[in-house]
């Protein structure tokens, strides 16, 4: 599978370890993802979620480029992409 897009209401921490496991494993090269921020300390959740699928990819020797987006009128979750990069 070339894409995985997902827009699952879960845990910020639980969609990142997904993303990341089916990065490393090779399940698919390039997703989309939303994650739902809580109240507080929204950054501080985005950094830990980088963080956790940055492991996990690294750690499977891939290597990979990640950005996060905020849509301007939604502050409550952030849209992130992940690329393997080939070559």
């Known amino acids: 599978m070339y894409w995985l897009a997902s827009d699952i209401a879960d845990k910020p921490a639980r969609v990142a370890d997904l993303v990341g ?3 490393a494993k090779g399940l ?3 997703a989309v993802f939303n994650l739902k921020l809580p109240m507080k300390q929204r950054y501080k959740e985005v950094l830990n979620c980088r963080d956790k699928i940055d492991a996990r990819v690294t750690e499977a020797g891939i290597r990979y480029e990640l ?3 905020q849509l301007y009128h939604d502050r409550e979750e952030v849209t992130g ?3 393997v990069l080939i070559g």
């Open 21 to 23: 496991r089916w990065v």
């Open 28 to 30: 698919c090269r390039e």
């Open 67 to 69: 950005r996060f987006r």
């Open 81 to 83: 992409h992940i690329r």
